[in-house]
């Protein structure tokens, strides 16, 4: 079946160091990879996404590429910021059907230290 | 442009009583819907999803139930609360096509006591 692993948290880094989360899935056919991000008592906001093979989604400095051969989709920062401290969800799309239902990572939660 | 509306943002209810967590979404017809509940320190759990008025699939069986009612309303329900209803409830929202990313409301709180 469908799902997606990413790495156990909580990461802890000081402010400016380099970011990676990573995320792997296992999916049938070719689905679509997204990188949501959940800031303290709020909901989930899209944070990027790629939708075919060698894709590169971007955000707010925020890089992942689909990796179709080794089936990864890891999020990637150059300098974090305290301002994104927050727990980091990795999902992908259920492929088929009517559903539009996307299966989602365990989160991965991020601390920035100034 | 769409919108999602979730409401209360915080609910603290006792054992025993009934629940009823309300979502709109403005802006689009025909969406599929969806509720998850995040537990504490951990990911997200699918309980119900729509994909048309009356139309629901129940994920998990549990305690809960849903309802869509019209196009852009759905409902989480209850009838008698457990302590391990407790929890962080998401809804959602996402387009027919597939492979789409699904918009989220702010969440509700609900505290079982």
């Known amino acids: 079946g469908n799902s997606v692993t990413q790495m156990e948290g909580p990461v802890t880094l000081s402010e400016e160091a380099f970011l990676t989360i990573n995320c792997t899935y296992t999916?049938?056919?070719?689905?679509?990879l997204f990188w949501y991000v959940q800031y303290p008592g709020e909901g989930l906001q899209l944070l990027l996404k790629?939708?075919?093979?060698?894709d590169k989604g971007s955000n707010k400095g925020f890089e992942a590429t689909y990796r179709k051969e080794t089936t990864s989709f890891h999020l990637e920062k150059g300098s974090v910021q305290v301002s994104d401290s927050a727990v980091y969800f990795c999902?992908?799309?259920?492929?088929?059907?009517?559903?539009?239902?996307?299966?989602f990572g365990k989160g991965t939660k991020l601390s920035v230290k100034p | 442009s769409q919108t999602i509306h979730q409401w209360p943002a915080t609910l603290v209810q006792p054992v025993g009583s009934p629940l009823s967590l309300e979502c709109t979404v403005e802006?689009?017809?025909?969406?599929?819907l969806y509720w998850y509940r995040q537990a504490a320190g951990r990911g997200l759990q699918l309980l119900f999803y729509?994909?048309?008025?009356?139309?629901i699939s129940s994920e998990v069986p549990q305690n809960l139930s849903a309802s869509r009612p019209q196009d852009r309303q759905f409902i989480l329900s209850s009838k008698k609360l457990l302590l391990s209803d407790s929890g962080f409830y998401l809804c959602?929202?996402?387009?027919?096509?597939?492979?789409?990313?699904?918009?989220f409301g702010q969440g509700t709180r609900l505290t079982v006591v």
């Open positions: 729509s994909v048309g008025i009356g139309q």
């Open positions: 999902a992908l799309s259920r492929f088929g059907g009517s559903q539009g239902n996307l299966i």
């Open positions: 802006g689009t017809s025909n969406p599929n």
């Open positions: 999916a049938t056919g070719y689905p679509s």
């Open positions: 790629a939708t075919k093979a060698d």
């Open positions: 959602a929202w996402s387009g027919q096509a597939r492979n789409t990313e699904a918009f």
